[in-house]
């Protein structure tokens, strides 16, 4: 398995090998673990988002509700493309890609 060097905190140091040592688990295990979790969750998080996307657009989710999931800037920043490319413009879908990152 390939090795990654990683820095951090003396302090954030001390936090991760208590929480390895409480549940058994070396160092590198309890690292690996919340990496792993990280990426399960932003996975999820980004298909979330591109479900309630979808149903914005759709006409199902109102702009208020779009809000309360994304925040109100992040919204808005959606609804005006969504808005200037509703006509079916094919390039909608690349576009909200790009805003996405």
């Known amino acids: 398995m390939p090795q990654v060097p990683l820095r951090v905190e003396s302090e954030l140091l001390k936090k991760i090998d208590r929480f ?3 549940k058994y688990e070396t160092r590198s295990d309890f690292i690996r673990d919340a990496v792993v979790e990280k990426i399960k969750s932003e996975t999820e998080e ?3 988002k591109d479900l309630i996307l979808a149903r914005y657009v759709k006409g199902d ?3 208020k509700e779009l809000s309360k999931f994304l925040g109100k800037k992040e919204a808005g ?5 969504i808005k200037f490319f509703r006509d079916g413009d094919k390039r909608v879908e690349r576009i909200l890609k790009q805003l996405r990152k």
């Not at 920043?77 to 493309?81: I, Q, R």
Request: aromatic share 28%.
């Open 61 to 63: 989710v109102t702009f």
């Open 46 to 48: 980004a298909t979330t």
């Open 77 to 81: 920043k959606y609804k005006f493309f």
């Open 20 to 22: 390895a040592r409480d």
